[in-house]
């Protein structure tokens, strides 16, 4: 009985980009001049910062995996990607307005491997958290840290975050044997005995003999978002509220356990990060890059100069952020950069709202768009995520695409659950200070 007169049809069908085997191998590309690591900081560790107080001082030498502390908490550290010496720490106004701290090192002429970085026996939950987020192609749910429950079950993630990158295709098919590897030491460190592959369907053939079982992903985006295969392996959806830590899932992306493969093996390369650049002609080429590296040395190698009106995007063309500054470096998670020509990129609406549904008729979460997007326009980041399930939200970017007043959606959400951690946050400190 048709007992709904409204109906949702989701007639947006995207597909991932697929690693087809004629794609070439990633160029590797030469070390910058300096390097710049990122990492976010407390208000008052950013004072530290200002006021040069830190650990990490200009002028020190530091080898490739060193631990680099800027401040007397144990577990908070920056690894090192390069061998070489500070130039310099200071603060860094980061995309949306994120104030970090940046280490810039010059990269001397020999590399020397810290034994730190092999030293994966010593890890404690809190630390190996920080560590394995600083490794290539980090995904944001490794829940080892914390109050959280044991982990029960490890996903190693061979999909990608976006459409057009292909960094986790790339590392299960090409350095599978480096994945199994981690996945080994990652079974170690964590204590867990049960781990799941989620691959692309037609790469499930690479997935087999690596001690884990395989899920099968569909090639429709946003099918490798972690909550949609959260929801795949328990047999339910997790409600938002409730991180996926909390149902002991921890998640990684294969191109992380590669590089602990790389770790256990105590091979070099290990921060070394494959990401697809999109040049202005739209020309695709796969490279491989050290983290840290300024994105303007990569422009440079090919030709690329960027004129007034012209945009960079770090990711993909869904879930990418524009990014002010071309000496921006490659982050952990970075896997894509698009240039992009003034004319490619399509102007915000001068319009409101016109409660089109579009967007709530393509989202997977299910999230009331337009609605959401009334109070994130007027900044009520409170009643968007108490009322109108901020918090649910993928981070697909879906919507935006779809949106016929083409409202930033996306960077709205982004924006306001940041400035609802900060509220949050400082809610946390002011008790505290009591
Ligand atoms: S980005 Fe938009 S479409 Fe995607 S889950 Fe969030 S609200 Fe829904
Ligand atoms: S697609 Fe854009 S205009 Fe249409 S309801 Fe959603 S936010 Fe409003």
Redesign the pocket.
């Known amino acids: 009985m048709i007992n709904n007169l409204f109906f949702g049809y989701a007639a947006l069908r995207l597909n991932y980009t697929g690693l087809e085997d004629n794609r070439p191998e990633p160029v590797a590309l030469s070390l910058p001049g300096e390097v710049s690591l990122l990492a976010g900081c407390t208000p008052d560790q950013a004072l530290l910062v200002a006021k040069k107080k830190t650990l990490l001082k200009k002028g020190e030498d530091v080898r490739t995996g060193q631990r680099l502390r800027l401040f007397e908490t144990e577990d908070v550290f920056l690894l090192s990607t390069v061998t070489g010496t500070v130039s310099g720490v200071g603060l860094y106004t980061g995309p949306l307005g994120r104030k970090l701290v940046r280490v810039n090192i010059v990269p001397g002429k020999e590399e020397v491997t810290d034994d730190g970085l092999f030293d994966t026996d010593n890890l404690d939950p809190a630390s190996a958290h920080k560590f394995i987020s600083q490794l290539p192609g980090r995904m944001r749910l490794l829940p080892l840290q914390g109050d959280l429950p044991p982990i029960n079950e490890l996903v190693v993630c061979a999909g990608e975050k976006d459409i057009s990158v292909v960094s986790n295709q790339y590392a299960l098919k090409h350095d599978g044997r480096r994945v199994a590897d981690g996945i080994e030491l990652l079974k170690r460190v964590s204590g867990v005995k049960k781990v799941t592959l989620a691959v692309p369907g037609d790469l499930a053939p690479c997935a087999g003999g690596m001690g884990a079982r395989v899920l099968s992903l569909s090639r429709q985006y946003p099918a490798a978002s972690p909550r949609l295969i959260a929801k795949e392996i328990l047999g339910r959806a997790v409600p938002a509220a409730k991180p996926l830590a909390r149902e002991g899932l921890a998640f990684i992306s294969t191109e992380t356990a590669a590089a602990l493969g790389r770790i256990a093996q105590r091979e070099a390369g290990v921060f070394d990060k494959t990401l697809s650049l999109v040049l202005k002609n739209g020309t695709s080429i796969l490279v491989k890059v050290r983290i840290g590296t300024p994105i303007s040395h990569i422009l440079s190698l090919f030709n690329q100069s960027l004129v007034e009106g012209d945009y960079l995007i770090g990711g993909g063309p869904l879930t990418g952020v524009a990014i002010h500054d071309p000496d921006y470096t490659i982050s952990p998670y970075m896997d894509g950069i698009l240039v992009c020509a003034g004319e490619d990129i399509l102007e915000n609406g001068d319009y409101g709202?016109?409660?089109?549904?579009?967007?709530?008729r393509v989202c997977p979460a299910r999230v009331p768009?337009?609605l959401l997007?009334r109070h994130l326009t007027r900044g009520d980041y409170l009643k968007a995520s108490d009322h109108f399930n901020l918090d649910s939200c993928l981070e697909c970017g879906l919507?935006t695409y779809?949106?016929?007043?083409k409202?930033p959606?996306l960077q709205r959400i982004k924006l306001g659950k940041m400035k609802l951690r900060a509220m949050k946050q400082e809610v946390i400190d002011g008790g505290r200070a009591q």
């Open positions: 709202c016109i409660n089109c549904g579009k967007c709530v768009v337009n997007v919507c779809a949106c016929v007043s409202i959606i």
